[in-house]
C-alpha cells in the first residue's frame, strides 16, 4: 500500500468523501473528518468536475445555494485540484469500462481522471473498485489505519 505518513502522494479523492464531510454524514463523517485534516496542506488532493455536477445535483434540486456555496469554498480552502473531462480521461475511462464489464461510466471517469493524472491513490467507500488493478483503491478505514490515526478521533 502506497505510504501515506509523509504527506508526499497525490490523492483523488471520490465524490461521497465530499458528501460525508460536508453533509455531515451519520456514519462517515468522523472518518472523511480525519481523512481531510490528515491531508490538509500536506498531500495534493485531485478530483474530476464529474464530482462538481455529482456533489452539486442535490443542492440545486432543493435550491440550496449555500450548500454549493459552503462545497466551492471547502475545495478552494483544501486546494483541491479540479481536473476537467478531456479526450485523453474519456479514452482512458472507455478502456477500463472495455476491460471491467460492470464498471458504471461516472466510475470510469473518475478513475480514468485519477489514472491520468497520476495520482497514486483513489480514496472512497466503493470496495467494488478495489479489485481494479490499475490503480490503487483504498477506502477511508483503510487510508486512516494505515495513516496511523484512529478513524473515529480527529486530530487535535
Avoid at 12 to 38: C, G, K, M
Avoid at 122 to 139: A, Y
Amino acid at each position: 500500500m502506497t505510504e501515506f505518513k509523509n504527506g508526499v502522494a497525490r490523492m483523488y479523492v471520490d465524490t461521497a468523501l465530499f458528501i460525508y464531510y460536508l453533509e455531515h454524514s451519520s456514519l462517515f463523517f468522523h472518518p472523511a473528518r480525519v481523512f481531510f485534516r490528515h491531508c490538509y496542506q500536506k498531500m495534493p488532493l485531485v478530483t474530476s468536475a464529474v464530482t462538481l455536477e455529482e456533489y452539486c445535483t442535490y443542492p440545486y434540486a432543493n435550491h440550496d445555494l449555500q450548500s454549493i456555496e459552503n462545497f466551492k469554498t471547502f475545495l478552494t480552502g483544501m486546494n483541491v485540484s479540479i481536473c476537467s473531462v478531456n479526450q485523453e480521461i474519456a479514452l482512458e475511462a472507455a478502456r477500463l469500462r472495455a476491460c471491467h464489464e460492470a464498471l458504471k461510466a461516472l466510475d470510469a471517469l473518475h478513475l480514468a481522471t485519477a489514472i491520468i493524472t497520476k495520482c497514486k491513490a483513489f480514496i472512497t467507500n466503493d470496495k467494488r473498485l478495489q479489485t481494479l488493478p490499475e490503480i490503487q483503491v483504498v477506502t477511508l478505514e483503510q487510508f486512516n489505519s494505515q495513516a496511523s490515526i484512529s478513524p473515529l478521533v480527529a486530530p487535535g
